[in-house]
């Protein structure tokens, strides 16, 4: 299985996946029109990915940064039709990286309530396979067995559910970031209050 | 990958949604999770070289997956695991009830402090740190443990591997004991950390305050106390001289555990106000404007130089230093 490494895949979701909604609220003020924010996540993860599995990253904030801010740039001095401005303020944003220093503290209680919340969430069924997958540590073939269900089934439950679970985790982050957009289109123009 | 990045916008109307990527990315990993046959091995490979978006989504879903593993926290939840075989698909109400969703997340809550009250650990990349009912403070470095035993007459706190933080509110009539392996520290008010190395040895460096050290043995053995601004290595044999550090060594010694203030869209005043709480050198704001913008970043509390310094660079503004004051002023340095 060279493609998914699950010590990478827990390296990312200890270290990158915290940080999405960060990464995500950024992206969305520095983001030029033409580039979307879900594509440069995307291609973002796809870097990590590649690179080897016992590569040691000493500060994954900066390094996540550094790859998206890379890929804009990028984008930047390809495109003709980005305009002066928004190169300018793309270059202010980035400057904020200056102050990006590797401690990284955790709530241990807002990431538990946030999944719980997730997990609660799903359908039945979705809920019941996923429980058994995870709690109990049941293999798929063990749960078709247990709930006299197609494997097939199964695998389609858990797709389904995983794919509420990653859905619920941004719709979360995009409903907390929306304060923080407005607050910054008010500081760019005048002020309303 | 720019390139493709660059074309790719251009060619909007024809690519793939992101969304439409996520979902075949879920698909991938629920089939990995079962194994894949060699035949769906070759048509993962060929799916992923077909842009290259599809090997981040498949990285984002597969670690969201290994994520998901910290749901054991919540093994005992019946809420979580009502549904019986019986009832699988006859279940009426496809989502729980907000109720539902409201006494599982107390639960859940209920759980996690419970939890934290007997033994917080961290993960790898994890720093966190643990209040405690008597206002004292623990700070866990990356992949360590500690079990709190409070009793009436003492607080205990065994650390069972990693190195901690604690700090420690007075209360003379209840000492504070640091339980590592048969090494006993203890603490009135102060802070120290204590670091318990894989093969048993533990390493004391007080920051504030005085502590004892002994061990716990048959034959009874005098406390050896240690002052602030030392640091001493316990083995089995013995307990070493302690040794003076300079304070550079000392603030490395606790470097780990200071505290970072993340602005992520907050406006500078707010910024400045926060950080002024930690320090004595403060950030002032000299012009309404510019306190009203919004600043990015993760900033060291205790270093309001550099919080200044990356702000005036962030936002177009100098700082003036004015004693103990770091002025933020619009505009360009007038000296250059």
Request: proline fraction near 5%; charged fraction near 25%.
């Amino acid at each position: 299985m060279p493609i998914v490494s699950t010590e990478r895949a827990r390296w990312l979701a200890a270290n990158i996946l915290p940080l999405e909604p960060q990464l995500r609220s950024w992206l969305r003020r520095v983001t030029p029109p033409g580039l979307e924010v879900d594509d440069l996540i995307q291609e973002s993860y796809a870097k990590l990915a590649s690179l080897p599995a016992d590569s040691r990253i000493a500060h994954p904030k900066a390094y996540l940064f550094q790859i998206a801010k890379r890929l804009i740039s990028a984008y930047i001095r390809h495109s003709t039709v980005i305009s002066i401005e928004t190169m300018a303020e793309t270059a202010q944003l980035f400057v904020s990286e200056v102050a990006f220093t590797p401690e990284r503290i955790l709530s241990g209680r807002q990431e538990l309530e946030r999944l719980y919340d997730a997990i609660a969430r799903l359908p039945g069924p979705c809920r019941t396979v996923f429980v058994m997958r995870k709690f109990d540590d049941m293999p798929q073939k063990a749960i078709a067995a247990e709930l006299r269900i197609s494997e097939n089934t199964v695998e389609k439950l858990i797709s389904r559910g995983l794919r509420m679970i990653v859905e619920y985790l941004q719709l979360r982050e995009q409903h907390g970031e929306s304060d923080v957009r407005l607050a910054s289109v008010e500081s760019k123009g005048q002020r309303g209050a | 990958m720019c390139d493709s990045l660059l074309s790719r916008a251009r060619a909007s109307a024809v690519r793939e949604t992101a969304h439409a990527i996520d979902v075949a990315a879920s698909a991938w990993v629920a089939r990995v999770d079962r194994g894949l046959t060699e035949a769906e091995q070759a048509v993962l490979e060929k799916w992923l070289a077909g842009d290259s978006r599809r090997a981040g989504a498949l990285m984002r879903a597969q670690a969201t997956w290994v994520h998901t593993d910290r749901a054991q926290a919540f093994r005992g939840s019946h809420e979580l695991r009502e549904s019986p075989r019986a009832r699988f698909w006859r279940r009426a109400m496809p989502w729980a009830s907000a109720a539902t969703v409201l006494l599982g997340l107390a639960t859940a809550f209920w759980d996690w402090q419970g939890q934290a009250r007997t033994n917080p650990a961290t993960a790898m990349g994890e720093i966190r740190q643990v209040p405690l009912a008597d206002g004292s403070r623990l700070t866990l470095d990356e992949q360590s443990r500690v079990s709190v035993q409070y009793e009436t007459a003492t607080r205990r706190v065994r650390l069972e591997f990693g190195e901690v933080l604690f700090e420690v509110a007075k209360d003379p009539k209840r000492p504070f004991v640091v339980q590592a392996g048969n090494i006993r520290v203890r603490a009135v008010g102060t802070a120290f950390v204590v670091r318990r190395h894989a093969d048993g040895d533990v390493e004391v460096t007080v920051s504030e305050g005085t502590v004892d050290i002994w061990r716990e043995t048959t034959i009874p053995e005098p406390a050896v106390r240690l002052a602030a601004g030392n640091r001493t290595l316990v083995t089995t044999k013995a307990i070493t001289v302690p040794v003076k550090l300079t304070d550079a060594q000392l603030a490395r010694a606790v470097a780990w555990s200071v505290k970072v203030i993340d602005l992520d869209g907050r406006t500078l005043g707010d910024a400045a106000a926060e950080l002024n709480h930690y320090n004595s050198r403060t950030v002032v704001i000299a012009d309404q404007r510019l306190a009203a913008q919004t600043v990015v970043g993760r900033f060291q509390a205790t270093d309001p130089m550099a919080f200044a310094a990356a702000a005036a660079a962030m936002l177009d503004a100098h700082v003036r230093i004015e004693g103990d004051r770091f002025i933020l002023e619009p505009g360009p340095s007038p000296q250059k």
